[in-house]
């Protein structure tokens, strides 16, 4: 009866101890869960930091497009107005031809009276 109850004992012991083992085990197993999730995080972090740059990246290009494109209307618009002004010298020269040409026909007709 005394060895019956010992046996009874020692395989109460050896189930606490595999409790016991189960239990630190899923501690551990728990613990690399936890440090997956945090690696997880900051791996995360990093994704949105690089999609943050990216898209700073792309406001940098989208701002560069758009003073491109004003530097560019400035330029058509001093080519418009370089032409006009190219325009208004061509008529200045234009109507001093006719003047001078009414200036010499005037002497001409001047000069046969």
Known sequence: RVGTEC?????????????ASQ??????????CVFQFLFGGIKMLLCVFTFL??????LHCVFKFLFGGIKMLL???QFLF?????L???FT???GGIKMLHCVF????????
Do not use: E, P, S, T
């Not at 004992?9 to 409790?19: A, D, E, S």
């Not at 239990?23 to 690399?32: E, H, N, P, V, Y």
């Not at 740059?53 to 792309?58: A, L, P, Q, R, T």
């Open 7 to 19: 046996d009874r004992y020692n395989l109460h012991g050896f189930k606490m101890l595999l409790c």
């Open 23 to 32: 239990f630190l085990f899923g501690g551990i197993k728990m613990l690399l």
């Open 53 to 58: 740059f990216g898209g700073i990246k792309m």
């Open 75 to 77: 330029c058509v618009f």
């Open 82 to 86: 370089g032409g006009i002004k190219m």
């Open 88 to 90: 208004l010298c061509v």
């Open 93 to 95: 020269f234009l109507f």
């Open 106 to 113: 005037k002497f001409l007709f001047g000069g046969i009276k």
